[in-house]
């Protein structure tokens, strides 16, 4: 088949998916390159025309191929780390892609996955000297992260721009000129339509060019419009930390995988997001690791935070976790404690326990045993393995272990764990403990049960109390108050004390 031909082909098939547009510029520039007009497609017969095909030929041999247009369709290159910044385009100096702390505003419009798009731009523009700013007045750029999932979200960015659009207009002539950007599905779906009917954007960045960001903001700097919209077949911003911009937000996402390939016949993001890709699993874990030290430091420093985490093992046999497939050793689960007491001092260890899984052997049992008494957890949850149907050991494994001996391994359990928690939870003994009242106890209606910052159940009795922002007042305490106990005395279970005084959780860290 001739070149020409593979051309016109590609672009048929590509007039189904996202990369039209880019399909068509391949397409003009080859044309362009070449002395064949571009209305002509050649007939066999005019093959034997050898000076024109070969000079048309060459030209297409050395003109732009789809790597042009694409980033790297085939082989993915590698990404420079963070650390390194990449160099400036010929019409761009190194001065010029700097922020010079420049205020950013950032709005996020649609999914989840724009969510982590702000993220990921934040990080960038971070990098490169921006400052963010939560306050609309102040900023000297604004980006509106965008969705077009449906009509009516495209519509809340038409209504934005033109509330912006005065904003703009009366900036005051002593400031830097405010730069105005939409990012996102709507930048790449109406590119065109956005830049001739809305004039006063200054840049468009799709979702696979926000590494541009820096360098689009400095050609908008000399009054023009910028736009980098071009899709691209493997860009996951693996490299790119996403920087968390809510500083209120209770929880956060990581995005293992960009663009789809499903073409739902009533949906738009195959051709806003581009074809399916998915990040490294190397990024993911580092992303998902930084989020939980993020964690370990929230609990550590706040105290409306109870210092206890839930650490399942099952098993301290990493024969049986991997006949189990938990996916870790009995090595890194214990580094991980270790790592978690030293982010945590203090902190209660709580866990679950099977007893004769299947194909446990003594020497797993006894491996069990033993991480028992090195944890030294504080709270557990022990039980002898049950077979359910459904499950893959249901139809992969054999139930071979006696029920007396799953029984006689889950009492050794037991007793060695309540051993090892009635020493931890001797340590509390003389301490005075900030504790959450639950209620009344269920063992005795003169005492009240609540829970200590590790989660521990407290007993003290129903008595009446000072009140530590009103010493003139005595009170009783009631569900949901905290209170101040002296602990007297700690079994596996539980601790026991006195009541000092009610209080409250700012007032608490005066006496704990």
Request: proline share 5%; hydrophobic share 35%; net charge positive.
């Amino acid at each position: 088949m001739h070149p020409f031909q593979c051309v016109l082909r590609a672009r048929r098939c590509l007039r189904r998916g996202p990369l039209a547009s880019v399909s068509w510029l391949l397409l003009r520039t080859c044309r362009a390159h070449s002395s064949v007009p571009s209305s002509a497609c050649p007939s066999p017969q005019r093959q034997q025309e050898d000076g024109v095909w070969k000079d048309f030929s060459s030209r297409l041999a050395t003109g732009p191929t789809f790597q042009d247009f694409l980033r790297s369709a085939s082989v993915p290159p590698e990404q420079p780390s963070s650390s390194e910044v990449e160099d400036p385009p010929p019409y761009l100096t190194v001065d010029e892609l700097l922020g010079r702390q420049r205020r950013v505003y950032l709005e996020t419009y649609g999914c989840q996955m724009n969510v982590n798009d702000t993220e990921i731009a934040w990080s960038i523009l971070q990098k490169s000297g921006y400052l963010r700013t939560s306050n609309l007045q102040e900023a000297d750029v604004i980006l509106l992260v965008t969705c077009s999932i449906r009509e009516k979200a495209e519509q809340t960015i038409w209504n934005r721009l033109h509330q912006l659009k005065s904003l703009k207009s009366k900036r005051l002539r002593s400031r830097v000129p405010l730069r105005i950007g939409i990012l996102g599905c709507m930048a790449e779906r109406l590119k065109e339509e956005i830049l001739n009917r809305e004039k006063m954007v200054d840049i468009l960045a799709g979702p696979d060019a926000y590494r541009d960001l820096p360098q689009l903001l400095a050609v908008a700097e000399s009054g023009q419009q910028a736009a980098n919209v071009l899709l691209s077949l493997d860009e996951t911003y693996a490299d790119v930390m996403p920087v968390q911009t809510s500083p209120s937000a209770t929880s956060a996402f990581v995005s293992i995988m960009r663009g789809c390939d499903n073409m739902c016949s009533y949906c738009i993001v195959p051709f806003t997001r581009g074809r399916e890709r998915s990040r490294p699993v190397a990024s993911i874990l580092e992303e998902v690791r930084k989020l939980s030290e993020q964690v370990l430091q929230l609990i550590r420093e706040r105290d409306n935070i109870c210092k206890q985490i839930h650490l399942p093992a099952q098993s301290g046999s990493s024969r049986v976790l991997e006949a189990m497939r938990r996916g870790y050793s009995r090595e890194a689960y214990v580094e991980l404690i270790h790592h978690i007491r030293e982010s945590i001092p203090g902190v209660s260890l709580s866990s679950d326990f099977i007893a004769g899984f299947c194909g446990e052997t003594e020497e797993d049992h006894l491996q069990t045993v033993s991480l028992l008494r090195e944890v030294q957890y504080n709270i557990g949850f022990l039980f002898a393995y049950s077979m359910r149907q459904k499950t893959r050991a249901y139809h992969r494994l054999k139930d071979d272990i006696p029920e007396e001996v799953k029984l006689r391994r889950l009492e050794e359990l037991i007793t060695v764990f309540r051993e090892e928690a009635t020493k931890a939870n001797k340590s509390f003994v003389g301490c005075t403990q900030l504790v959450l009242v639950e209620g009344p106890s269920k063992r005795s209606a003169a005492d009240l049960c609540g829970r200590n910052d590790g989660n521990l159940k407290v007993i003290f009795a129903d008595a009446e109390m000072e009140d530590a922002t009103d010493s003139r007042l005595r009170v009783r305490a009631q569900p949901g108050d905290y209170v101040l106990v002296k602990i007297t005395s700690a079994s596996s279970q539980t601790l026991k004390g006195h009541v000092l005084c009610k209080t409250t959780l700012k007032d608490s860290t005066a006496y704990c």
